[in-house]
């Protein structure tokens, strides 16, 4: 008797296994089913030796994608086609450069983009152009070469040579016998001049501590001040809260007085009017009274018994 098979169960498994050789495979290729990409065309100048299928492009150093495609441009082989495919969305603007970058000892080579401003349109295919096209700039590796080949070159030697040949010029005229002269003199002048110095070499070092310890002295003032500030300005604040309560009875002192007197205003015109006229009266009549009292004592000294007999009559002349 035949076992029964489940074709259900050993179809689902197939698919099942299918599936999963599919997306590893998918996963492995490293293709455009892992992701939204746009694809961009970008054409080196130099050799991009390092860089291979599948190697990173980076946008200001965060990776945005991946190398698709490197060939040589059909219609010019002095420059190498690169295909780019970068994720949806990155900021791919009209000034945008795409540089290699050689990472480390390693010679494996990136596509780090550089620039693109925000004013810059999006970078879009022209007509004629299947993808659009991205700008390239020199690598440094590029520009050095290019800078020690133009150095190596024979015009770049020759040019070296007239430098050389000027410089030593210059030296050999800065040193003819006048300027030798001038130099040794210098020499000789710095010779005593250091003499000079290590003979007062004492003076010096005491100038020094003497220095040091003024700043030491000036450290330790500083610090006394720093602590004795607080408390000084703790006196003056205390000063100035009194002042200003100095300053609001001195306020209200006034305020009250200057309530006193006009409350006390119609007395003081009425002193004015009546008081002072009658009180200027009576001094004078005790004006008067003081003068005929004091004539009566004069008289009194003079005859004290008219006080009791009265005055005597004056003697009369001859002839009355």
Same mark, same amino acid.
């Given at each position: 008797m035949e076992p029964k098979v489940n074709y259900i169960l050993v179809g689902s498994f197939v698919a099942f @296994?299918?599936?999963?050789?599919? %997306? /590893?495979?998918?996963? @492995? /290729?490293?293709?455009? +089913? #892992?992701? $939204?990409?746009?694809?961009?065309?970008?054409?080196?100048?130099? $050799? %991009?030796? /390092? @860089? $291979?299928?599948? $190697?990173?492009?980076? +946008? #200001? /150093?965060?990776? %945005?994608? #991946?190398?698709?495609?490197?060939?040589?441009r059909p219609d010019n082989p002095e420059e190498v086609l690169l295909i780019l495919d970068i994720a949806r969305g990155t900021p791919i603007k009209t000034d945008t450069l795409a540089v290699l970058e050689t990472q480390g000892l390693t010679g494996l080579a990136t596509v780090n983009l550089t620039g693109g401003s925000r004013e810059a349109p999006a970078l879009v295919a022209v007509e004629g152009q299947m993808y659009p096209v991205i700008k390239t700039g020199p690598s440094l590796f590029f520009r050095l070469d290019e800078a020690v080949s133009r150095l190596l070159s024979e015009e770049g030697l020759a040019q070296l040579i007239v430098h050389l040949d000027s410089a030593a010029v210059g030296v050999t005229k800065m040193l003819d016998e006048e300027n030798q002269t001038l130099l040794k003199r210098t020499i000789k002048d710095l010779s005593d001049v250091a003499q000079t110095i290590a003979a007062h070499r004492t003076q010096i070092d005491q100038s020094l501590n003497g220095a040091a310890k003024g700043a030491d002295n000036l450290v330790k003032l500083t610090a006394s001040l720093n602590a004795q500030v607080p408390t000084l300005l703790a006196g003056i604040n205390k000063s100035v809260v009194a002042l200003d309560r100095a300053t609001e009875e001195l306020a209200k002192t006034s305020k009250t007085v200057g309530t006193v007197v006009n409350e006390s205003k119609p007395e003081l015109q009425q002193f004015t009017k009546r008081t002072l006229p009658e009180a200027g009266l009576l001094v004078t009549e005790l004006r008067q009274l003081t003068g005929t009292l004091t004539r009566v004592a004069r008289e009194l000294e003079r005859e004290p018994s008219s006080l009791v007999f009265g005055r005597k009559a004056q003697p009369r002349g001859p002839g009355e």
């Open positions: @296994l299918g599936a999963a050789v599919l %997306v /590893g495979i998918l996963w @492995l /290729g490293k293709t455009d +089913y #892992r992701g $939204s990409y746009d694809r961009y065309e970008a054409y080196m100048k130099e $050799s %991009v030796a /390092g @860089l $291979s299928v599948d $190697s990173t492009v980076k +946008y #200001r /150093g965060v990776d %945005v994608g #991946r190398v698709r495609d490197i060939a040589l």
